[in-house]
């Protein structure tokens, strides 16, 4: 089955600076990476996702990154302000019905005022 | 804006206690999962289902938890019995699939189980 592997565990960054989370995955046939964002004690949201027929996609200050060769897809966050303190999670599967999502581990990002 | 939601939004129980959990998929999906998420293991999925039917529930404890969805609108997750190390929290999502196709999922606010 899919494995995914996330890091950092925890980012603190200045606010204005950015912040890149990275995860890895084993299953060459997985194709949709989605990102989803969790505040305290909510659910977690969908942010942003990415389908393997492109190499990145954008959403204002927030960017995904794909690497199928590596097996890699990086979050990016521009100019980061305090309400982007969360717990953000990748997550990969393989782009059909009948599969569910692996979650990675989470990376809790600080943004510090 | 529709929502996933999820009833009770907190329980707190004692050990041996049956736990029921309850799930409203957005209506119109026709895919519904069963996470759980705790600080140690992060986002574990236990069970989901297209069009009411398990596909998968390989991640269940099967000696204790059992989920089903009785109608399209209604999915349940039960513990029976229950013990402290199921204190968690339990999201459900949904989810709409057509045919082969790629799909989205939504998360409910999640049920905190605290087993004491």
């Known amino acids: 089955g899919e494995n995914v592997e996330q890091h950092p565990s925890t980012l603190s960054v200045q606010e204005g600076d950015s912040a890149v989370i990275k995860c890895t995955y084993s299953?060459?046939?997985?194709?949709?990476f989605p990102w989803y964002k969790q505040e305290l004690g909510k659910r977690p949201q969908l942010i942003i996702d990415i389908r393997s027929n492109v190499g990145e996609k954008k959403d204002q200050r927030i960017a995904v990154t794909l690497n199928k060769t590596a097996k890699h897809f990086s979050l990016h966050i521009t100019e980061t302000q305090p309400e982007d303190s969360a717990v953000y999670f990748c997550?990969?599967?393989?782009?059909?019905?009948?599969?569910?999502?692996?979650f990675g581990s989470g990376t809790r990002l600080q943004v510090q005022p | 804006d529709a929502r996933v939601t999820q009833t009770p939004r907190d329980k707190v129980t004692e050990m041996g206690q049956e736990v029921t959990m309850r799930c409203q998929p957005i209506?119109?999906?026709?895919?519904v999962f069963w996470y759980r998420q705790t600080m140690m293991q992060g986002l574990e999925l236990l069970a989901y289902f297209r069009n009411r039917a398990p596909l998968d529930d390989s991640g269940m404890p099967k000696d204790r938890f059992s989920a089903e969805m009785p109608d399209a609108t209604l999915a349940t997750l039960k513990i029976q019995p229950s013990e402290p190390r199921d204190s968690a929290v339990y999201f459900c999502?949904?989810?709409?699939?057509?045919?082969?196709?790629?799909?989205?999922?939504?998360f409910g606010p999640g049920t905190r189980l605290t087993v004491t």
């Open positions: 209506l119109g999906h026709n895919t």
């Open positions: 299953d060459s046939a997985s194709n949709y």
């Open positions: 997550a990969a599967r393989m782009d059909t019905g009948r599969r569910a999502l692996t």
């Open positions: 999502a949904s989810g709409l699939v057509i045919g082969r196709g790629s799909y989205e999922q939504y």
